[in-house]
């Protein structure tokens, strides 16, 4: 196995309530991997320590032979920034921002031209179908526009791992297949990894690998 990412025992308390419980997660290199739960089941809080956005309480995850909490806050936002890919819930856009110039910010903090970023961030976008938005503000967006944009953001660079927190929850039928075809594409084309928070069982039954969590304790993992 080419393992980019694994949990071993990891915990995650909020003061003197626990979140997750002992989760044991791996993920390789091209896997697209679902994990399923209702709402508080500790799904999202997970996903948040495999990420390195929260430490662990306890336990360790390690992200291509590095353990994450081994790292200075400089080099982890480092890494965060250029090997990882992030689609929250909420889209989590900046709105004095163009559709382009947010998709495009992961490619700009990296150091990458302007226009040079742009057009890749558009290459993104019109895959996604967002190819007429490209000058509007995101605030004046649809949810389901911005969530596109979202997910634009995060494969832009593509990054070694992408987390999405519910990543269709806010899109219909039709754009909710066009994301779920772009992870996919990423997973066999360019070999990314991804990692999908889910209650929608069809979603994590397009995945290789899924698991189920509740009461924060995550099950074993199955192959789809």
């Given at each position: 196995m080419d393992v980019i990412l694994r949990a071993e025992g990891v915990d995650l308390f909020y003061g003197t309530e626990q979140a997750v419980s002992g989760a044991e997660f791996t993920?390789?290199?091209?896997?697209?991997?679902?994990?399923?739960?209702?709402?508080?089941?500790?799904?999202?809080?997970?996903?948040?320590?495999?990420?390195?956005?929260?430490?662990?309480?306890?336990?360790?995850?390690?992200?291509?032979?590095?353990?994450?909490?081994?790292?200075?806050?400089?080099?982890?936002?480092?890494?965060?920034?250029?090997?990882?890919?992030?689609?929250?819930?909420?889209?989590?856009?900046?709105?004095?921002?163009?559709?382009?110039?947010?998709?495009?910010?992961?490619?700009?903090?990296?150091?990458?031209?302007?226009?040079?970023?742009?057009?890749?961030?558009?290459?993104?976008?019109?895959?996604?179908?967002?190819?007429?938005l490209l000058r509007r503000r995101t605030s004046q967006l649809s949810g389901g526009q911005s969530q596109r944009v979202a997910v634009a953001r995060a494969l832009v660079h593509r990054p070694d791992v992408v987390f999405a927190d519910e990543p269709t929850g806010s899109l219909d039928s039709v754009n909710a297949e066009t994301v779920l075809k772009e992870f996919l594409w990423l997973a066999r084309r360019q070999k990314t990894a991804v990692v999908i928070v889910t209650h929608d069982a069809e979603v994590a039954a397009r995945a290789d690998t899924r698991y189920t969590m509740s009461d924060g304790v995550l099950a074993q993992r199955v192959a789809v």
């Open positions: 993920l390789e290199r091209g896997e697209v991997a679902a994990v399923m739960g209702s709402s508080g089941s500790g799904k999202s809080s997970l996903l948040y320590c495999l990420a390195g956005v929260l430490p662990p309480s306890a336990g360790t995850v390690t992200f291509d032979g590095i353990r994450l909490a081994s790292l200075p806050d400089g080099e982890l936002s480092a890494l965060r920034r250029t090997r990882l890919g992030f689609v929250f819930q909420y889209g989590e856009l900046l709105p004095e921002l163009t559709v382009e110039e947010n998709a495009a910010l992961p490619l700009r903090l990296a150091g990458i031209s302007k226009a040079h970023a742009h057009v890749m961030a558009a290459h993104v976008l019109g895959r996604l179908g967002m190819s007429d």
